[in-house]
């Protein structure tokens, strides 16, 4: 998916007016979009609906603060391109959701199924492009650092929040979406360097399958390393 350059959501050491933002403001900036992008209906029985509706409104601006995100980390087309996942996805979600049987067993086009589609893949678009840019812009140092600094500031008026460590476990689940992403670049990559140029259908989905145990075998241990290094902390 992204073998020719950076994985999808890994850092990108840059010098950009994003980069230099702090990381907790780009973290309740990624929260506040993607609540943003998900508000309102799925499903309108007009265009002037939905253009009434708040998700046009939302989206809009969701849109308009991503371009203006997209200039401050350096305007690369290489992010948007990485984006390209999303198209597949929402085909596979168009192919089983646009389609309805009636009681007659006709299959025919679903207008709800349509404007779900449409708008899900909108929305999927703007948190994903989001999400690459805070990730590309902000390193995993400084994310748990921005996590532990409102930790520590919670922990003052409720010290037992001290002990529990939740900004050491909520920064682990942020960085095991990047780390799924470049574990499955990795995986990629050595596959390639290994497999004939041209291969069949059959060989095709057996070897999609090898890689797809090897990414769960990596992750499984990756996972192992960091309980083994958590336990080792307490």
């Known amino acids: 998916m992204a073998m020719r350059g950076s994985p999808i959501f890994s850092y990108r050491n840059g010098n950009s007016f994003l980069h230099r933002i702090p990381a907790l403001i780009k973290i309740l900036l990624l929260v506040a979009i993607c609540f943003a992008a998900f508000c309102g209906e799925n499903s309108f029985s007009t265009l002037d609906d939905f253009f009434s509706d708040k998700s046009f409104v939302c989206l809009c601006s969701c849109g308009i603060l991503l371009f203006v995100l997209h200039v401050l980390s350096g305007f690369r087309l ?57 990730y590309e812009t902000t390193s995993l140092l400084e994310i748990k650092s921005a996590l532990e600094d409102v930790e520590n500031f919670f922990a003052r008026i409720i010290p037992p929040l001290k002990k529990a460590r939740f900004s050491f476990l909520l920064a682990l689940a942020m960085n095991f979406i990047p780390e799924i992403f470049a574990l499955w670049s990795r995986v990629r990559i050595a596959s390639r360097s290994r497999s004939q140029k041209k291969i069949n259908l059959i060989r095709f989905v057996q070897v999609i399958n090898k890689e797809t145990e090897c990414l769960f075998s990596c992750l499984i241990r990756s996972g192992e390393n960091k309980r083994k290094a958590i336990l080792n902390r307490m």
């Open 78 to 134: 290489s992010s948007l391109i990485k984006m390209k996942f999303v198209i597949f996805y929402s085909l596979f979600i168009f192919i089983f959701r646009s389609w309805k049987f009636y009681d007659d067993g006709i299959l025919c086009w679903d207008v709800d199924g349509l404007w779900f589609c449409g708008l899900y893949t909108v929305r999927f678009f703007v948190v994903a492009f989001s999400s690459e840019l805070v």
